[in-house]
Every structure is written in structure tokens, then in C-alpha cells.
Nanobody
Framework: QVQVVESGGGLVQAGGRLRLSCTVSGLKFDDYAMGWFRQAPGKEREGVAAIDSDGSTSYADSVKGRFTISQDNAKNTLYMQMNSLKPEDTAMYYC???????????????WGQGTQVTVSS
């Protein structure tokens, strides 16, 4: 059974930083593409960052230069370092996995329950 578990969210002031983690079990992690998504109240889920099984990455324009996606295959863990956070980054952040590289499209097969990020002004 595949499990996807996010952690690392919290409350931070504008300009601050957070690092999200996503631990995956039940699949061969380094064969999978991974993505980070977020959803604010009343808005659609949007792709934030993605990484392919070969290490290629993609970012939404709104986070380029501020967020960095990475992974540790030995720990079956995906990370996202978020710097220079803004109030508009406030959302529930989700981690997703699939053997297909969907990049920033929310079509991944496996999803976590999310971790809340709140940025105060």
C-alpha cells in the first residue's frame, strides 16, 4: 500500500522560510516523478514544483527563485525549501507521486493529506 505523508508546514512571517518534507512508502521512490501542489480556500489546486525521476525540475512562475524542490532517494523523501515567503503563498500544500511525469498538472496517482502553510503579513 502506497503512503504519502507531508510535514513541515506552519505559521511564518512574510519573508521567512520553511522546508516541507514528503515521505513515501510502498513504491520504488526513484522510479517515480514527484510534485508539490497547493490549494488555497476557494481556489483550484495548482502545481508549485515538480521533479522527474531523472532529476529534472519544473517550477510555477510564482515561486521561481524562491522555492527549491529536491529529493533524497535513500530516505524516500521529497523536500521543498521555501524562502522569501509571501502571504499569497498561504495554502494547504500537497505532495504527489506517479510513474508518469505529469509535471505541474494535478493528475498524479498518489497524494498525501497535505500540510498547512500560513504566511502572515
Amino acid at each position: 500500500q502506497v503512503q504519502v505523508v507531508e510535514s513541515g508546514g506552519g505559521l511564518v512571517q512574510a519573508g521567512g522560510r520553511l522546508r516541507l518534507s514528503c515521505t513515501v512508502s510502498g513504491l520504488k521512490f526513484d522510479d517515480y516523478a514527484m510534485g508539490w501542489f497547493r490549494q488555497a480556500p476557494g481556489k483550484e489546486r495548482e502545481g508549485v514544483a515538480a521533479i522527474d525521476s531523472d532529476g529534472s525540475t519544473s517550477y510555477a512562475d510564482s515561486v521561481k527563485g524562491r522555492f527549491t524542490i529536491s529529493q533524497d532517494n535513500a530516505k524516500n523523501t521529497l523536500y521543498m525549501q521555501m524562502n522569501s515567503l509571501k502571504p499569497e503563498d498561504t495554502a494547504m500544500y500537497y505532495c504527489a507521486a506517479d510513474r508518469i511525469s505529469w509535471w505541474l498538472l494535478p493528475k498524479y496517482r498518489y497524494w498525501g493529506q497535505g500540510t498547512q502553510v500560513t504566511v502572515s503579513s
